[in-house]
C-alpha cells in the first residue's frame, strides 16, 4: 500500500528553528509537496521537490531524498503565526496525490 | 494563482436531507477534486470532477451518496446525501490551475457541515 508518515505534533519556539520530516512509500514518485493548514482554514501550498536537494523560499526551506524516500521542511526564525498543521503530500506514478496525515506545529513564546 | 469560492462556508443539517455545495473557480481548469477533512484528521479525496464525464470516485465513495456536477470548466458541485452524523466534516474542493506534475493543488475555503 501507499503510505505517508509525519510526526503528529511538534512544539518550538518562537525564534528558533523546526525541521518536520515525512518518509514516503509510494507507487512511483513524481513530486513532493508541502502545505500549510491554520485551524479552521484551508490548506495553502508551500513548496514543491520533485529532484533530490534543498528548495528555499525565504524563511521556509524543503529538501527531498528520493533515494531514501525522505523530506523535510525546515522552518526558520519561527513566529507565533506559523502555529498551524503542516501537511505532505506525494504525486504518485498515476499522478494521484497522496495526503499525510499532517504534522501540528505549536510555537510557544 | 486563482480565486476560489466555495459555498455555503458553513451549514447544520438535519439528519436525513441533503446538501449541496458549490465551487466556483475564477479560471477555466480541466480537474477540480473534492475532499473530506474530519477533525484533526487530513484530507480524504472523495472523487476527481472532470468536465464531460463522469466524476471519478475513490474507494469507499459512491455516486449515490456524492452526486458531482461538473456542468463547465469553472463550476462543481458536490450533494452530500441522506446525511448522517457520521458526515460532518470539512468539505474542500481544490484545483489545480495548469498541466504538468508540478502544479500544485489549490483549495477553496472549505464548508464545514454539521448534522444533528
Known amino acids: 500500500g501507499q503510505n505517508i508518515d509525519q510526526p503528529t505534533e511538534m512544539t518550538a519556539t518562537e525564534g528558533a528553528i523546526v525541521q518536520i520530516n515525512c518518509t514516503y512509500q509510494t507507487s512511483g514518485f513524481n513530486g513532493l509537496f508541502w502545505y500549510q493548514q491554520h485551524a479552521g482554514e484551508a490548506p495553502t501550498f508551500l513548496s514543491y521537490n520533485v529532484l533530490d536537494g534543498l528548495e528555499e523560499k525565504g524563511r521556509f526551506s524543503s529538501f527531498l531524498s528520493r533515494s531514501k524516500g525522505y523530506s523535510y521542511l525546515l522552518l526558520k526564525e519561527l513566529q507565533m503565526k506559523d502555529s498551524a498543521s503542516y501537511l505532505c503530500?506525494?504525486?504518485?506514478?498515476?499522478?494521484?496525490?497522496?495526503w499525510g496525515a499532517g504534522t501540528k506545529l505549536i510555537i510557544k513564546p | 494563482s486563482a480565486v476560489i469560492s466555495q459555498k455555503p462556508s458553513r451549514d447544520i443539517c438535519q439528519r436525513g436531507t441533503s446538501l449541496t455545495i458549490q465551487c466556483q473557480v475564477d479560471?477555466?481548469?480541466?480537474?477540480m477534486f473534492w475532499y473530506r477533512q474530519q477533525p484533526g484528521q487530513s484530507l480524504t479525496l472523495i472523487a476527481t470532477?472532470?468536465?464531460?464525464?463522469?466524476?471519478?470516485?475513490e474507494s469507499g465513495f459512491v455516486i449515490d451518496k456524492f452526486p458531482i456536477s461538473r456542468p463547465n470548466l469553472t463550476f462543481s458541485t458536490l450533494t452530500v446525501s441522506n446525511m448522517s452524523p457520521e458526515d460532518s466534516s470539512i468539505y474542500l474542493c481544490s484545483v489545480e490551475l495548469g498541466q504538468g506534475g508540478n502544479q500544485p493543488q489549490h483549495f477553496g475555503d472549505g464548508t464545514r457541515l454539521s448534522i444533528l
Open positions: 503530500a506525494v504525486r504518485d506514478s498515476n499522478y494521484q496525490l497522496i
Open positions: 470532477a472532470n468536465q464531460g464525464s463522469e466524476a471519478t470516485y
Open positions: 479560471s477555466q481548469v480541466t480537474m
